[in-house]
């Protein structure tokens, strides 16, 4: 992802995407660059319309976030902790007096 990230700084700062620059902009960020991964990004951006994707990509739908509870569900939910709490303690207490009923 780097490598992108990278083509996308020096696109959107007017300056070539070449393998030169590119790696410049990698060694700036601390990432060791492969020259390999360098060729074959820019082979296959050769032909992209960088702006045209951009555009593509801010109109595409994005999902909205799910609303936050009101503070009156979180009010029930903390009763409902609270009372599956309460019917714990009296099973561990029911179990415990079952068991010293065994010992006498």
């Known amino acids: 992802m780097e490598y992108i990230y990278g ?4 696109h959107t700062a007017g300056k070539e995407i070449d393998e030169e620059n590119l790696k410049k902009v990698l060694e700036g960020a601390g990432v060791t660059a492969d ?5 074959s990004l820019l082979e296959s951006m050769k032909n992209v319309n960088i702006d045209e994707v951009l555009k593509n990509a801010a109109a595409a739908p994005v999902a909205a976030a799910a609303p936050a509870p009101a503070a009156s569900e979180k009010k029930e939910e903390k009763k409902e902790e609270k009372k599956k709490e309460e019917k714990k303690e009296e099973a561990e207490s029911d179990a ?3 068991l010293s009923s065994l010992f006498g």
């Open 35 to 39: 020259e390999a991964r360098l060729k």
């Open 96 to 98: 415990m007096a079952g």
């Open 7 to 10: 083509a996308l700084l020096l």
